[in-house]
């Protein structure tokens, strides 16, 4: 347990960071509150633990079989008569732990987070509808508008230097250029009142081509946030349960058009869990097989199988999602091979025989590991 639990902590924390900056830049820069953020990073969670606790368990198992093996405890346990398949039970009852909570992760938790996930984002995005604002982009949060400014004092809520291109009316494009602004948000965050200084107006009739251009000293401008609404009421793939998903695609089927994507979104959900239970075949004969247990060896290995794993997996989904495979067999594709991989290599181990090109291990493999377990571990001591 403590193997899993270190490796689930260490796995999220490392997916998180993709997210932190930008949650710590809407606490600092743009006056969200700790406690909505903290909301945001609680949705989350399933999207990450999906991923992370197949990884924790064939990191955990790995661990374990490494320092039981490391320790020559394997070898004695063997000569007790004790066979590979009388150490089979507790690691089998572990990854079947793993595969019921990351199915419960899957069926249930994951597209609720996910649709909690973007309604509390969107819901804060119109009540802190200024922090959408960044310098030096061209933000596209507001309907049908884009609104760029080259520097946004928080502190005051003033603009220096904003480009607003005001796409709301159908007949005609217009752009509004601006030395500096001021932004007064309304109580009932319904909408947002640019008030511009010293700046022009160009307006551009798309049926006609007319052009028509204007300079004033002072200028209001109203953008109303009532489109963030109809988005939160949108539901997409990823947030809908599998009951939904079944109803879209029919829906879909009936109206002519594919249903690719909601397949795999599906066969994705029933894909997911079954890698705690390739993890733990797979690690169950490589962990037996290690002479040279230790924290840091599982570890590589752990993250090299995983690697190959995902990558398989994006694979097979990238080339369901395009129609060059059925989505079964796109999802299913790493959880078949590794798992027959998993399966080949117990029946191997269990018999003792030989691995094939088992010299590679300790020539080449078991070498460039250690120097990693090496690197890994002055980095440890370093930090």
Known sequence: MSPFLLGLFIFTFILLMNKILKLMDMIINKGVGVGEVTTLVVYLLPSFLVLTLPMSVLLAILICLGKLSGDSEIIAMKASGVSLYQML??????????????????????????????????????????????????????????????????????????????????????????????????????????????????????????????????????IPLEGMDEKIREIK?????????????????????????????????????????????????????????????????????VFLYYLLLNIGENLAKSGYLYAFMGMWLPNVLF????????????????????????QYVEPALEKCAVWLQQRKRAG
């Open 339 to 362: 798992g027959g991989l998993g399966v080949y290599l117990f029946r191997k181990i269990a018999r003792e025989q030989p691995l094939p090109l088992q010299w590679i291990m300790p």
């Open 89 to 222: 039970p507790p690691f089998a009852v572990f990854s079947m732990i793993g595969f019921l909570l990351t199915g419960l992760l899957t069926m249930y938790l994951l597209p609720k987070g996910n649709y909690a996930f973007r309604t509390q984002a969107l819901t804060l995005a119109k009540k802190h509808s200024e922090a959408n604002l960044e310098e030096g982009v061209f933000s596209e949060a507001f309907n049908d508008m884009v609104v760029y400014i080259n520097r946004f004092d928080h502190e005051k809520m003033k603009i220096h230097g904003i480009l607003v291109s005001d796409g709301r009316n159908p007949n005609s494009q217009n752009v509004i250029a601006a030395e500096y602004a001021e932004i007064l948000a309304e109580e009932s965050r319904e909408s947002l009142l640019f008030r511009l200084f010293n700046g022009s107006i160009h307006v551009l009739n798309k049926k006609n081509g007319n052009y028509q251009y204007a300079v004033f000293d002072t200028y209001e401008m109203n």
């Open 237 to 305: 793939y990823r947030e809908m349960s599998l009951a939904q998903l079944n109803r879209a695609a029919q829906e879909r089927i009936k109206q002519g058009k594919s249903a690719k994507k909601i397949n795999v979104e599906k066969q994705q959900r029933y894909a997911f869990p079954f890698a705690c239970l390739v993890f733990g075949l797979l690690g169950l004969p490589l962990g037996v097989s290690w002479r040279r247990g230790g924290r840091s060896y599982g570890f590589v290995i752990s993250i090299m199988i």
